[in-house]
């Protein structure tokens, strides 16, 4: 792991998880996944992770109890994502970050072309007020963006 990578930090205590991830369960039900261990598994290590996991972060996280391999792990993410459960960030599937799409909870990225690194744009959107906007004038109702910044890191701008 390269020090840009600070995952498993526990910086994020989120309100109510185990809700967060019954809610989730239900809302992948009614997508038509099946329930298994697997898949409550992953939600729960999103869910539980605050921040953009890769597939390996996941595939190999001591909170897999199932057991899933990284095939199943990567067809479920597929499926998720599918669903718009959870959202794909990053550029290619090889360094793909994956993270939950909560109801009320709204994040935009930065991401480094060079190495890959990943961090919450942490400056208030201003994208929010052109979605009111937007959604005024075309009628369209549960707008929601995603945003990706790409550019170099600090580090890798030196």
Known sequence: MSKHHHHHHDGCVRLEPEKLLRDSMERARESGLRRTKALEDVLSILIHACQPLTLAD????????SGADKATV???????????????????????????????????????NDCGRIEKLDISCPVQALEKQIAKKSGFKKLYHELEFFGQCPDCAQ
Request: net charge negative; hydrophobic share 40%; with cysteine.
């Open 74 to 112: 990567y067809r479920l993410l597929m499926k998720l994502e599918e669903r718009t459960l959870i959202r794909r960030l990053g550029l290619h599937d090889r360094a793909a970050y994956y993270t939950m799409i909560l109801p009320g909870e709204h994040n935009d990225y930065l991401i480094c």
């Open 58 to 65: 996941i595939a190999e996280s001591e909170h897999l109890g």
